[in-house]
Each structure stands twice: as C-alpha cells, then as structure tokens.
C-alpha cells in the first residue's frame, strides 16, 4: 500500500529563515499532491496543489517542488514569520480520487 | 454560511452510546467527505459523497459507523456503540466537485471524547 511520510520532528526556525518541509512517498506516483496548514483545534486549510506534470508551483512566499523520481514533494516557506508557525500537511491523489494525507510537520517560527 | 459548518464542536459521551455527528458544506458543493483524526496524526479517510451517486465507504472502519447525506446538502456521520478507540477528531470537508485538482475545504470538527 501506498506510504506517505513527513518528518514527525518539529521544525524550529528563526524569523525571517527559509523553512523546508518535505514529504516522501513509496511506489506509485500520484497525480497530484496538495499542502495543506492545520492550526490547533482547526480543520486544514489548502495552500497549493502540483500536478504531476509539474516541477515547481509558486504563491507569494510559498513554493511547492514535485520530483517523481525521488518520490518526493518539498514546500518552502520564504522569509519565514512567525504567524507560519502550524502544521503542514500534504496529501496526495493517487488516481483513486480520494486523498491520502501525511501525518504532518509542525513549524514553529522563532522572532 | 461562507465555509463548512460541524457541530457539536465538542462531544463527550460514555462508551456503549450512539453518537450522530453533523456537517453543512459549502453551498453548491457536490463532493462531500469525512475524516478522522487522531491526535498528532494525520487524517484517515472515512467515506465521501458525491452527488446522487453511491457513496465510496471503503474508509468506514467498522459496520458501526455510518453515514448519510441528503442530495447535496446536509451530512450526518453516525457511530453506534461508541467504544473508547472511537476518540478523535471527526473532519468534514467539501469540495466543488469530485474531479481532479479539486481542493477540498474543511470544517474544524467534531471532536469526540468515549469515556
């Protein structure tokens, strides 16, 4: 079955520092993948979808990179804030409709 | 109302007793899913809708749980004979259609506590 991994360790930036996220999966490419941000004692919110055609999706400071052949999805978070600080989940379409998510990277931005 | 709507946004009841868990999606939305969350994990797929066509339950962890949802408004998620396992975050999202790229929009949950 299809495996989805996010680093379970928090990522603890400095304010105005680049955050990196990544997200790893096993055997099937998807046919798209989505990011999604989940504050506590909320539901996600959609930030961005790739397809699988493409290599790079950009959205004001946030860009999203998809490469099939290492399997994996990395999101970047420029000039990092620390209203950034949250979870980040992806999840991922693997031509079945439905989405299978990560279990997230939590993000805390430091002033 | 602007986005997905769920309530009760807190539900504490014993183990044994049923429970119905409600979703609004946004207006005009065809696709409407279900999610449970367990704490720090991520989100496990339960059942969606789309449209008049058959719901996908293929999610549904047990034959306990069970969900319905009239045309394309109103969705309720049912779970009889809480056990305590049954503890989690129950996520409703819609989406405008089903089709592909579609982003799905979230309520903020349900979250159920089985004493």
């Known amino acids: 079955s299809q495996k989805i991994e996010q680093n379970s360790e928090a990522l603890n930036i400095q304010e105005g520092k680049t955050a990196t996220l990544t997200c790893n999966y096993t055997?099937?490419?998807?046919?798209?993948l989505q990011w999604y941000r989940q504050d506590p004692g909320r539901g996600p919110v959609f930030l961005l979808l790739?397809?699988?055609?493409?290599k790079e999706k950009r959205k004001e400071r946030l860009k999203v990179t998809f490469d099939t052949t290492l399997k994996q999805s990395l999101f970047h978070i420029t000039a990092s804030q620390p209203a950034d600080s949250a979870t980040y989940l992806c999840?991922?379409?693997?031509?079945?409709?439905?989405?299978?998510f990560g279990q997230g990277t939590t993000l805390q931005v430091k002033p | 109302g602007a986005g997905v709507s769920q309530s009760p946004s807190n539900k504490v009841t014993e183990k044994g007793k049923d429970v119905e868990l409600r979703c609004d999606p946004i207006?005009?939305?065809?696709?409407l899913y279900w999610y449970r969350q367990r704490l720090g994990q991520g989100l496990e797929f339960l059942i969606y809708?789309?449209?008049?066509?058959?719901?996908?339950k293929s999610g549904l962890p047990s034959d306990r749980f069970s969900a319905e949802r009239t045309g394309e408004s109103v969705s309720t998620l049912t779970i009889q004979r809480t056990q305590q396992e049954d503890s989690a975050v129950y996520l409703c999202?819609?989406?405008?259609?089903?089709?592909?790229?579609?982003?799905?929009?979230f309520g903020d949950g349900t979250r159920l506590s089985i004493l």
């Open positions: 999202a819609s989406s405008l259609t089903r089709g592909k790229y579609q982003p799905q929009h």
């Open positions: 055997n099937y490419s998807p046919a798209y």
């Open positions: 790739i397809r699988e055609n493409e």
């Open positions: 999840a991922l379409d693997f031509n079945t409709g439905k989405l299978i």
């Open positions: 207006s005009g939305h065809t696709a």
């Open positions: 809708f789309q449209g008049n066509s058959a719901p996908d």
